[in-house]
């Protein structure tokens, strides 16, 4: 098996940017989330599985804001300094009594390796992102993870706090050449 290639940065903002990301997705109450049910793609094994929902906002998509709400995301924007977006979306996964893991897949097919996925973790939890060799990327509030939007993935749920939210930000990467 191949190793994935993939860059953890931690603490990417100061804590009061961090704090007002999450209080706008996670407090109050005001946040327009809306129900999916399913995680990835319907496939035979998730059909019945009661564990397999989440809630999701589209912040951008088909290159254009889908969301009066873009305000949110623009310290991330600004600090990917992407060419293009091509999609951000939050999702949130309530918590589950065992740690719940999805289905591996790519977000978008992939044309070139300037295509990036990269996941925000607004809240610290017991979840994790799996990627495609075994690799487990904690969610630890304010941390960004990097890698090749071909990189197959995954997601899980967590056990001890109320949610595991995270934005999740498909991107061309800016060439500087």
């Not at 860059?7 to 704090?19: E, G, L, M, R």
């Not at 009066?68 to 589950?96: D, G």
């Not at 904690?138 to 939210?165: M, P, W, Y």
Request: net charge negative; glycine share 4%; proline share 3%.
């Amino acid at each position: 098996m191949v190793k994935c290639e993939y860059k953890i940065i931690d603490n990417i903002f100061s804590k009061s940017v961090a704090d007002k990301i999450a209080d706008e997705l996670l407090v109050g109450g005001k946040f327009p989330w809306y129900y999916n049910n399913v995680v990835v793609t319907r496939t035979s094994s998730a059909e019945n599985d009661l564990n397999d929902y989440q809630f999701t906002h589209i912040f951008y998509e088909k290159g254009f804001s889908a969301s009066p709400l873009f305000s949110i995301i623009m310290p991330l924007v600004e600090y990917l300094n992407p060419e293009a977006l091509i999609r951000v979306k939050a999702n949130l996964n309530p918590i589950t009594s065992v740690r719940h893991i999805f289905d591996y897949h790519v977000d978008f097919p992939a044309k070139s390796s300037d295509r990036k996925t990269a996941i925000y973790y607004v809240n610290s939890n017991d979840g994790v992102t799996i990627l495609e060799d075994g690799t487990e990327i904690e969610s630890v509030a304010n941390r960004l993870v990097i890698f090749d939007q071909k990189t197959f993935h995954t997601g899980t749920t967590c056990t001890n706090e109320k949610v595991r939210c995270v934005i999740n930000l498909n991107y061309i990467e800016l060439n500087n050449d």
